[in-house]
């Protein structure tokens, strides 16, 4: 399992890894992940960007746990979450390079409503040194490729 302090030193690579530009970065890590978003403080934080381990109940192809990175819409109602989902995957051509093959577009692992943008690192050692800047910079790529096409979509639409 994760080292107690694995989120929080991941939280420090992605604050210092996303480009300025982006705005200013909020970060919340707790004992399992991290989330990051931007804009308010405190916001509904609907639509985010995450590293979080999984248990093996969630997803059967790992024996004990699986660490998930990535982009998720949780909005209450499923078909805004598919609207997000929809208008980032027509930029696909302009994301996809950046992230390579391992994201999958499509239902949040665990909760159908809801949708990710997300890779999985199955089983992962979370223990080695190098491992909280491989899982920030790795968040940090999804936030970078991203962002700019979900910014637009945070502007135009809120849930009421």
């Known amino acids: 399992m994760a080292d107690e302090g694995l989120f ?19 970060i919340y890590a707790h004992r399992v ?5 931007f804009g308010a403080e405190r916001p509904s934080r609907r639509e985010h960007y995450e590293a979080q381990l999984i248990s093996a109940d969630i997803l059967h192809e790992a024996r004990e746990h699986a660490l998930e990175i990535g982009f998720h819409t949780e ?10 989902l929809a208008a980032l995957l027509a930029h696909e051509n ?3 390079p950046g992230l390579g093959d391992e994201p999958v577009a499509g239902p949040f692992l665990g909760r159908t409503t809801w949708r990710r943008i997300s890779e999985t690192w ?3 050692d979370l223990t080695g040194p190098d491992v909280p800047f491989e899982i920030g910079v790795r968040l940090a790529e999804y ?3 991203l962002e700019p096409h979900v910014r637009p979509l945070t502007i135009t639409r809120h849930e009421p």
């Open 8 to 26: 929080e030193q991941v939280a420090e690579v992605v604050r210092g890894s996303v480009p300025r530009g982006l705005g200013r970065v909020r």
């Open 33 to 37: 992940g991290v989330k990051v978003w």
């Open 75 to 84: 909005h209450s109602k499923e078909a805004a979450n598919e609207a997000v």
């Open 94 to 96: 302009r994301w996809r």
């Open 122 to 124: 199955l089983d992962p």
């Open 143 to 145: 936030i970078t490729a």
